[in-house]
Structure formats: structure tokens, C-alpha cells
């Protein structure tokens, strides 16, 4: 999405829950009977099937959802950066903005300079913002330096 990563997260498959564990309940290695340790887990742990649905959640407060699909699984090939985007729609909307409600009217807002909350809300977006635009390749860029994270948590190693 191209946020910062600083709020709460979590995945949800199945009632396999992973995110960030507390540091008390680390103790067991694991993470706790509630929630699987996501720097610990492997993806393969989990998702064992093509379309299998992972439910992710970040940022609880703005309660922003997502719903990725499993639509294939292919063979690690080390000629290649992981993940890679390979489509998307959209730009991504700001760190706390407040979720897809506040995000909507913050649009609205914005198309309005005469709108009391403008200067305000306008704070938040960068000047260029355009809701429409979405960058493959700055994507990809931002992506390029998790491989490393990701090779790992795929194979486990």
C-alpha cells in the first residue's frame, strides 16, 4: 500500500491469526494461543492451497482491510525480486487519514479550496496527490527492498 508500517497489524486465514505478538507472551517461542508471531511464522505454515483468502488488517484504529487471494503458487526463482506488483489501481492513501470513510471525504474535501476543513486536510496530502495516479514501477521500487525479508519468510530458512 506504501505506508509506513508503524500501526498494528494482522493476517487472518482461517482463524490462523499473525501479527505482532507482546513481548510477554514471546516467551513460548511462538507467540500465544491467540495470535501467531509474525516475525516468526512461514507464509507456508499457513497457506497451503490455491485460493486460500488471507484476510489483513492494518492500522486498527482507521480499520483499513484488505483481502488477498492465492491464485497460484509457483517455484522460487532466485532471477527474480519478491514480491513484485505486477498491476494496481489507485494511489495510496495517506498514513492516518483516518480510514476508506475519512479517506473518501478527505477527497471531496479537497476538490473544494473554499471548504472550511481544507487547509487542514490538505496537510495531510502532498500537492501532487492525484487519487487516480498509481506508479508500477515506484511501487516495485519500494518492494525491491523486502526481497530479502520475503525469500526468508517464504522458505523459512
Not at 497489524?9 to 509474525?38: P, T
Not at 486536510?121 to 498509481?134: G, L, M, P, R, T
Request: contains cysteine; glycine residues 8%; aromatic residues 14%.
Amino acid at each position: 500500500m506504501g505506508w509506513d508500517n508503524y500501526h498494528m497489524f494482522e493476517f487472518d486465514l482461517e482463524g490462523y491469526r499473525i501479527g505482532e505478538v507482546d513481548e510477554d507472551e514471546k516467551s513460548n517461542g511462538y507467540g500465544s494461543d491467540q495470535l501467531l508471531d509474525s516475525t516468526i511464522i512461514k507464509l507456508s505454515d499457513v497457506i497451503t492451497q490455491q485460493k486460500d483468502i488471507i484476510n489483513y488488517l492494518y492500522d486498527f484504529g482507521d480499520g483499513w482491510r484488505h483481502q488477498i487471494k492465492v491464485e497460484k503458487f509457483h517455484d522460487i526463482d532466485n532471477t527474480l525480486i519478491y514480491p513484485t506488483c505486477i498491476d494496481g489501481q489507485m494511489n495510496c492513501p495517506p498514513e492516518d487519514c483516518g480510514g476508506i470513510g475519512s479517506f473518501y471525504h478527505c477527497i471531496d474535501v479537497l476538490k473544494d479550496k473554499t471548504h472550511p476543513d481544507y487547509k487542514e486536510i490538505a496537510q495531510w496530502f502532498s500537492k501532487k496527490y492525484d487519487i487516480e495516479k498509481f506508479d508500477k514501477e515506484k511501487v516495485n521500487r519500494k518492494l525491491k527492498g523486502l526481497d530479502k525479508y520475503i525469500r526468508k519468510w517464504i522458505s523459512g530458512e
